[in-house]
């Protein structure tokens, strides 16, 4: 199983440019997560999906779409990326989303925006 | 969301034991207390989670003290890849969100 898979690793992008951040889980989890963490600070929640053909904004869903593409993957868009957006994004999965749940995290995208 | 105090840093010599403590004196009564850890250039990792009852895995274990408003996470014999940032996260009941702290930074000397 490879867990939990982030695409791209790294990516530069101009203030004004939009992109996406791939997410895709083998581990058939329900719900799905998107995190961001600037530099010496701990990971905020940007949106999740509780199941799919669901999502809910988190503490910091402002710049940001989500869409749940189906049960493996659930992308983050960025429509207008601006410097504050710089930051590791992370994605995790977990089975059911209870409040004892494990979430499973990725690797991370690295998003540099100038 | 309960608040959390953590020590900012700590040293632990390789293959001693580690005792990091957590505060979270305003937890509900039905908080769970989980604990993750995040590796150098990594996502975070799960580590352990409780409610009441101190628990064991093949990771760590977890005391929570009886009146729930602190807990301590326990590395048996710590290792060199032990060397990580630690999270204290009371997790609300209903909520499916981690919300971290700045951790532990937990350095480990050969």
């Known amino acids: 199983n490879a867990g939990v898979t982030q695409t791209p690793k790294f990516q530069v992008l101009k203030t004004g440019q939009s992109m996406t951040l791939q997410c895709a889980q083998d581990m058939n989890h329900n719900s799905m997560y998107w995190y961001r963490q600037d530099p010496g600070m701990g990971l905020r929640l940007i949106y999740y999906s509780a199941s799919e053909g669901t999502t809910d904004k988190g503490e910091v869903p402002n710049g940001y779409n989500v869409s749940r593409l189906n049960k493996r993957e659930f992308s983050l868009r960025l429509e207008s990326a601006a410097p504050s957006q710089t930051s590791v994004y992370f994605c995790?999965?977990?089975?059911?989303?209870?409040?004892?749940?494990?979430?499973?995290f990725g690797p991370g995208t690295r998003l540099t925006v100038l | 969301d309960a608040k959390t105090t953590q020590p900012n840093s700590m040293e632990s010599n390789e293959e001693e034991p580690v005792h990091l403590p957590c505060n979270h004196s305003?937890?509900?009564?039905?908080?769970?207390i989980h604990w993750y850890r995040q590796l150098p250039s990594q996502g975070p990792e799960y580590v352990i989670h409780?409610?009441?009852s101190n628990v064991n895995n093949r990771m760590a274990s977890l005391a929570i003290a009886e009146d729930r408003k602190s807990s301590t996470l326990i590395l048996h014999r710590a290792t060199l890849r032990d060397a990580a940032v630690y999270y204290c996260?009371?997790?609300?009941?209903?909520?499916?969100?981690?919300?971290f702290g700045k951790g532990t930074k937990l350095s480990v000397i050969p």
């Open positions: 995790a999965s977990s089975e059911i989303g209870r409040t004892w749940d494990e979430q499973f």
């Open positions: 409780g409610l009441t």
């Open positions: 305003t937890i509900s009564g039905t908080d769970y």
């Open positions: 996260i009371p997790r609300r009941a209903g909520s499916y969100q981690l919300t």
